[in-house]
């Protein structure tokens, strides 16, 4: 937290009551929805029932719309036209085969469990490379965080992207760029989630970890269409054309990137073309940037390389076209980094913006009032303002070195 001087206290007993807030608050959702949970509400229903057509041998059916609404109709959660579609590449399956001999409460309660063996992991991992005395302040933060709670609430896999995220990050710090390539192959059943970063691994020339991307995403490809068949590359296609028509499953005005800030600034029909049009130029021009800002080659040693780390994952996430509120879990990445730079350098004008931003994103109540309202496009809103800070930075230290030289 900042250093000990009367505003600056001020600040971190005002962050502290709000951290506990947001946690008590969002432990509470969390508890209050565990019958809902049990029964089958949530996201991890998709890989559960998907886990089980493979088990059952049924993998060439994987993405026929019946088959998973026949599997879903076994439990207890109101039928809807359409089920809650797996639509994720098929061999993330293998990480809840098991699972899917289990109870489903069980199969949650394990794969929670093993969410949150992946939160600890992560704080191992980052906390002694941060090297600070608030890293209470800053496990506490990742648990209470709104997207966090979402991710374990939900049974979603953001937690797990993350990590893979994370471990990308440590690879590269250690020079082991094939391991990052690896990595980041892994997470490709969110592409969205993981192109981005692709793309600046090609800017930056990281070669080794590029072929090694595209060898693992090769592979993960050949044994993913090998377990459905060529069929089931067409059904997986045909849900994804068909999402767009059911609002449980896409509703962008929910979104906090881009795209569900357009919609929610243009809406109407009239100009939903005009809302794709914004969306596609910003994300471009936003990417554009973040591209230029690797153009280099770098030191991953440097303080320079977090930044512009932090800067991709902020990216990847305002751009992504599909994203809800526990796919912002990524930032809690962005925000560490950020967080280790501003409190070893002599940065006033960043610092004080970082920390009022880590205000607006620890708000207990605002976040589930949004989404409620369907509106919580308003959630990028925070995330472009990290996205300014990190590109402001990334190019002012570089002219201030240019202009050293």
């Given amino acids: 937290m900042p250093e000990n001087n009367p505003s600056r206290r001020l600040y971190k007993l005002l962050f502290t009551a709000l951290l506990a807030a947001s946690l ?6 969390l508890w209050e929805s565990r019958h809902k949970i049990a029964a089958g509400y ?45 639509n994720h590449a098929p061999y993330e399956l293998a990480v809840f085969l098991p699972l899917a001999h289990l109870s489903y409460p069980v199969a949650h309660l394990i794969w929670s469990g093993a ?15 941060v090297n ?32 893979l995220l994370l471990a990308v990050f440590i690879s590269l710090k250690r020079k082991r760029d094939g391991w990052a390539g690896f990595f980041l192959a892994l997470g490709l059943y969110k592409p969205q989630l993981v192109l981005p970063m692709a793309g600046v691994l090609v800017i930056a020339q990281r070669w080794r970890a590029v072929a090694v991307f595209s060898a693992t995403g090769a592979m993960l490809v050949i044994i993913s269409v090998a377990m459905v068949g060529l069929q089931g590359v067409l059904d997986f296609l045909s849900i994804l054309r068909s999402m767009e028509d059911y ?31 914004a969306t596609i130029a910003i994300s471009l021009a936003l990417y554009g940037l973040c591209l230029y800002a690797w153009r280099k080659e770098f030191d991953t040693g440097s303080p320079m390389f977090d930044l512009q780390f932090a800067l991709v994952v902020v990216t990847t996430v305002v751009i992504s076209y599909h994203l809800y509120a526990h796919d912002l879990f ?9 967080y280790r730079y501003v409190s070893s350098d002599a940065c006033q004008n960043t610092s004080t913006v970082f920390f ?39 190019f002012f230290r570089r002219g201030l070195a240019l202009s050293n030289q």
């Fill in 247 to 277: 609002s449980f499953i896409i509703n962008p005005r929910n979104m906090p990137n881009m795209r569900g800030l357009s919609y929610v600034l243009l809406h109407g029909n009239d100009v939903k073309w005009f809302a794709g049009a």
């Fill in 24 to 29: 008590i608050f969002h432990a509470a959702i």
């Fill in 42 to 86: 949530g996201a991890f229903i998709i890989f559960y029932t998907g886990a089980q057509i493979v088990n059952d041998g049924m993998a060439k059916e994987l993405f026929k719309v019946e088959t998973q609404n026949a599997y879903q109709a076994k439990f207890d959660v109101p039928q809807l036209a359409w089920p809650l579609p797996f």
């Fill in 356 to 394: 009022g931003l880590l205000l607006i994103l620890f708000l207990p109540v605002v976040p589930r009032f949004l989404i409620e309202v369907k509106l919580f496009g308003w959630g990028a809103l925070p995330v472009l303002l990290l996205y300014m800070i990190l590109a402001a930075e990334i």
């Fill in 115 to 129: 969410s949150v063996i992946l939160l600890i992991m992560m704080l191992r991992w980052i906390l002694p490379y």
């Fill in 330 to 338: 990524p930032i809690s990445l962005s925000l560490i980094l950020l």
């Fill in 132 to 163: 600070s005395p608030d890293n209470l302040f800053i496990a506490v933060g990742l648990a209470a965080w709104f997207p966090t709670m979402e991710a374990l609430r939900l049974g979603q896999d953001s937690i797990l992207s993350t990590a």
